[in-house]
């Protein structure tokens, strides 16, 4: 009989147990908070309350590992947004021209996501969870894992043995720390950290808003010598909005009242403070502080056999990109294609280890190479050099009035293709010629999106000019 145990029972760790059950006989996750009888916070996901997002190749991936997610979402009440036609966005280089592509985001609570995958996940009968259970180490050698040692109540230092143990912790995990107990070397580390926070709250719509009303983003802008600030507006389930306000160092976004509508109030577009000057507010301002881009490149260390780590205990990008849960699922759906080539059986876990990190590689490409431009930025790795900063930036441009450069950067963003896809001759072709089409104004970019109604006016002071 073979068995895994999951350390973690957040997004990893619920899919990658999903991912095992089809080929172990028994999967224990072991989780150090208690779960919620359904859709509300718990105390182990201190960023629950913060804008979550399914990219919609982590969407893809989610369906594959349980089909029917989605559905049950949307049944829920999440929201489908197309990327850019059902998001007025306003980007480093300009606002976005309206056309429909395949990328797209799902929408809603993290409460309500983490419900919907849970309880489909735990109907496996293979899969049992231990709630207030704390692993303390790893037991075996450096060459195999044969299971964990866990504290839980009423039974210390208990040992679970296992024939394949996924690291699903996030980034506090301390299989670092464990593995150089049992003689391996210290794993290697890359962080780029532009000192990104995030202030966010939830708001009531305001009555009479239609199903279809369009999102909004505001992006930071880097490369200026100024910090970094930006915004979105997201519809939620319960016909709620959340705002999230980011700035880089030197310009987080403050969580007083006052200071968060004025942050609002002082982006590149006052898009996001008129509409939330409309709507109700329905919660505190939170803030979340910490949100570097870090990999732990377990793929090149000898990890011993019986081994994985997943999730953001691997690769953790700044939330500011809107992939960490979409990373999660294709980590899971790399590691059950493993484990579906290797069984649970010598080599799965050093197979699984090299295909999760290919999996997360251009979302890391994507999120470093943004991020490593704004000013303070702390990098571990070698800064790209400044002309292909100049040739991003004018590929941005592009983009937003080029539906097809636009296609192909939002599904590179949406983890549907990788960086390479949008290096075609033709996509550099057009990106040589330069811009054909003079930048939208405020008011034009608006006026694509009818659904707004009444609640998003152009302003006088932005008539008749292109907002970079």
Known sequence: MTSAVVLGGGMAGMLAAAALARRADRVTVIESDRFPDGPAPRKGLPQGHHNHMFMSGGAQALDELLPGTTDALFAAGARRRGMPGDLLTLSAEGWYRRHRGDAYVIACSRDLIDHVVRTRVLADKKITVLESAKATGLTGDRHRITGVRIDREGAEDETIDADLVVDATGRRSRTPQWLTELGLPEVQEERVDAGFAYASRSYEAPEGVPEDFPGVLIQARSGTGSPGRGGALLPNEGNRWIVALIGTRGGQPPTDEAGFT????????????????????????????????????????????????????????????ATGMSIAALG????????????????????????????????????????????????????????????????????????????????????????????????LLTVARGPRRAPLTRAQAIAQYPEFGDLLKPAPAHRGRAIK
């Open 262 to 321: 004025a942050f609002a109030r002082e982006l590149r577009d006052p898009a996001i403070a008129d509409l939330m000057a409309a709507a109700t507010p329905a919660g505190p301002i939170r803030a979340y502080r910490g949100m570097p881009n870090w990999r732990r490149r377990y793929e090149k260390l000898p990890l011993p056999e019986g081994l994985v780590v997943i999730g953001d205990a691997a690769t953790t990008l700044n939330p500011n990109h």
């Open 332 to 427: 899971a759906l790399a590691l059950r294609t493993e484990a579906a080539r290797h069984g649970i059986a010598p080599g799965l876990g050093r197979a699984a280890q090299q295909a999760i990190a290919k999996a997360a590689d251009g979302p890391w490409q994507m999120a470093v190479g943004a991020d490593q431009w704004f000013p303070g930025a702390e990098l571990t790795i070698k800064r790209a050099p400044e002309p292909l900063r100049r040739f991003t930036a004018r590929f941005a441009r592009m983009t937003t009035e080029n539906a097809a450069l636009s296609n192909a950067s939002f599904n590179v963003a949406a983890l549907h293709a990788p960086p390479s896809s949008m290096m075609t001759l033709p996509a």
